[in-house]
């Protein structure tokens, strides 16, 4: 890393790595105010490889709570996406501008999360609404790419991924369990890539321990918050930080 660590950076990730603390037992899509933060303060590029490990160390965290709710059936429908989805990116990060790639990603998110409350708000079509295979197989790889790419390019894949279990209706805990076992499998996936894109380094490595204690924060907080969050207040945050990511991608790229 050859980030020059004045105060307000330092101050900067180290209250990203909180909100990623937050995401991991709270509201995966909490990933959106830190994705910003770190970005800002270390280039999208670098933030990618960052952040990964104390990603990773927020998952341990995650599933010593919920790793009994996971619906994995859901999961194994989203994997075969997700790997396209980071493989593309990667690709991309060689040939094309970030700020586009960014953008194109933000467009994309923003048009699910309006689709999604349009659906939400449809309480006709919602009582009768079932989702058949094909469409379950379709919405999974949409999701999965859409995933993949947003986790590899901002570390905001929480966003593609609560839109798909808002879609699914699945219980908050389900929804928890499901996104903490999902992001493990994903971020794992990620460590040679971006090993081998020199974006992840034993200095890196070394940098992170300073930012433990903020991640280690964030999840007790989460664990605090999601005690007193129902179901309706969980999936309106949800809908509310995602349309948010949305439309930081787009405006800042």
């Not at 933030?47 to 709710?69: H, M, N, Q």
């Not at 996971?70 to 075969?80: G, H, K, Q």
């Not at 999840?219 to 007193?228: A, N, S």
């Not at 129902?230 to 930081?248: N, P, R, T």
Request: aromatic share 12%.
């Amino acid at each position: 890393m050859t980030t020059d660590w004045t105060v307000l950076t330092f101050t900067a990730v180290a209250f990203g790595i909180f909100f990623y603390g937050i995401s991991k037992t709270s509201m995966p899509v909490a990933g959106v105010i830190a994705g910003p933060l770190l970005a800002a303060a270390l280039t999208p590029t670098v933030a990618s490889g960052f952040a990964l490990p104390l990603l990773i160390v927020g998952d341990l965290v995650a599933l010593t709570r919920y790793r009994s709710y996971a619906n994995w059936p859901l999961i194994f429908r989203l994997l075969p996406g997700v790997l396209v989805g980071i493989l593309i990116t990667a690709f991309l990060f060689t040939v094309m501008p970030i700020w586009l790639l960014t953008r194109m990603l933000g467009l994309l998110i923003l048009i699910s999360v309006i689709l999604e409350i349009w659906r939400r708000s449809n309480k006709e079509k919602k009582k009768t609404e079932r989702v058949n295979s094909g469409r379950r197989r379709a919405l999974a790889g949409f999701f999965g790419v859409l995933a993949g790419m947003t986790s590899m390019a901002a570390n905001a894949g929480g966003t593609a991924m609560s839109l798909y279990l808002a879609h699914m209706r699945v219980t908050t805990l389900t929804f928890m369990g499901t996104s903490a076992w999902f992001f493990f499998g994903v971020n794992l996936i990620k460590v040679p890539i971006v090993i081998q894109l020199d974006l992840l380094s034993w200095e890196t490595l070394k940098v992170n321990l300073l930012f433990l204690p903020a991640l280690v924060l964030g999840t007790v907080v989460g664990i605090y918050v999601f005690k007193r969050l129902d179901e309706k207040k969980f999936y309106a945050i949800a809908l509310g930080l995602s349309s948010l990511a949305a439309v930081w991608l787009l405006i800042h790229g």
